[in-house]
C-alpha cells in the first residue's frame, strides 16, 4: 500500500492564492483529484491526504467535500484561523467527519514568523487543537527553522509533521553536500530529536533552481537524495512519510519523476518492513487514517 500524504486541490481564483505568482503559469488552473488520478494509478497510490493551499474560512470545509466525492482522499489537513475564539467548536464539528486530521498554516509566507508562533491566541489554539488529538503540519523555509524550535518543543502532545523536509535551498547547495547548509542540516536534527515530530519528503522538487527552466539535473537529484538521507538518519523510518506536492511538483517536474526519485531512493535504503512504514503505515499511524480494507 502506498499513500501520497502531501497533495492539494482547488478551484483557481487569483485573489485567494497571492502565492501562486505569474511565473507559475501551469498552478493558474482548477487543479482536483480526477487530474492526477492516472499517475497516482501508474505509480501504485492508493490513498491521498489532501492539504490545505488556501487561507480562507472554507478551505476545509471544500476539502472535506472533495473526501466525499473521492473515496482515495482518506485524510484532509485544512486551515482555521488558530486564535479564533470558536476553534474549538469548529473542530469538534469538522471532527464528525471520518477524513479530518488536522490543520496548517503557511507559515513561510509570515512577514514575522517570530511573532506569529509566540502569539497568545496561537498557542492557547494549538493547545487546543492537540487536546482534540489533531496533526500540525508545519510549513517553513530552512531559514526559519530555527524560529519555529521553541513552538514544535512546546506543543508536544501530538503529532506535528515537518512539511518538505524543511525546505532546503537546494538551488544553492554544492552536489550532494548537506554542509551546503548548516542551518537546514542543524534545525533538521534539533526537530528530529523531538519524539512527536514527523517529517515528509516532500516538495524539495521546488527547491531547486526550476525556474531556469532546465527540469531537474542529474546534481538536483544527487542533492535530493542526500536530504533524505539525513532525514532518514535522524528521524529514522517511522517518523517518516512520502508525499508529491502535488500540483506545486508540476512546476519542476511530473508526479511519476517525484515518485521515481523517492522509490529509488526507498528501494536502495529501505529493507520490506521500513518500506512499509515509510509508504503507508507511518501515516496511517501519524494522522489516524482509516484505510478501507482491499
Not at 512527536?196 to 542529474?218: I, R, Y
Request: charged share 20%; aromatic share 8%.
Amino acid at each position: 500500500m502506498k499513500i501520497d500524504t502531501h497533495q492539494h486541490s482547488w478551484h483557481y481564483l487569483a485573489d485567494e492564492f497571492p502565492w501562486i505568482s505569474d511565473n507559475m503559469p501551469a498552478l493558474r488552473r482548477d487543479c482536483l483529484p480526477a487530474d492526477v488520478s492516472p499517475d497516482m494509478r501508474a505509480a501504485g497510490i492508493t490513498g491521498v491526504v489532501a492539504v490545505q493551499a488556501r487561507t480562507t474560512p472554507d478551505e476545509t470545509d471544500f476539502l472535506l467535500t472533495l473526501a466525499d466525492q473521492n473515496p482515495e482522499v482518506l485524510g484532509v489537513v485544512g486551515w482555521a484561523d488558530m486564535a479564533a475564539p470558536d476553534l474549538e467548536d469548529r473542530l469538534l464539528q469538522w471532527k464528525q467527519h471520518p477524513a479530518f486530521k488536522g490543520l496548517r498554516h503557511i507559515l513561510q509566507d509570515e512577514p514575522d514568523v517570530p511573532a506569529w508562533v509566540n502569539n497568545r491566541a496561537h498557542n492557547a489554539g494549538m493547545r487546543v487543537l492537540q487536546r482534540q488529538g489533531c496533526v500540525y503540519d508545519v510549513l517553513v523555509f530552512e531559514h526559519q527553522l530555527p524560529q519555529v524550535m521553541a513552538f514544535c518543543a512546546r506543543h508536544d502532545q501530538h503529532w506535528l509533521v515537518l512539511d518538505h523536509v524543511g525546505k532546503p535551498a537546494l538551488r544553492n547547495w554544492r552536489a550532494g553536500d548537506t554542509a551546503s547548509s548548516i542551518t537546514w542540516a542543524r534545525g533538521l536534527a534539533e526537530l528530529a530529536a523531538m519524539p512527536h515530530v514527523m517529517c515528509k519528503l516532500s516538495g524539495l522538487v521546488t527547491e531547486t533552481g526550476w525556474q531556469a527552466g532546465k527540469g531537474l539535473s542529474s546534481e538536483d537529484r544527487l542533492n535530493i537524495h542526500a536530504c533524505f538521507d539525513l532525514a532518514l538518519a535522524m528521524f529514522g523510518p517511522q517518523r517518516l512519510m512520502f508525499g508529491s506536492d502535488w500540483p506545486v511538483c508540476l512546476l519542476a517536474a511530473g508526479y511519476g519523476v517525484v515518485h521515481g526519485l523517492v522509490q529509488e531512493w526507498a528501494d536502495s535504503r529501505l529493507d520490506a518492513k521500513e518500506q512499509a512504514a515509510f509508504w503507508a503505515g507511518n501515516a496511517i499511524r501519524c494522522y489516524g487514517l482509516d484505510v478501507p480494507a482491499a
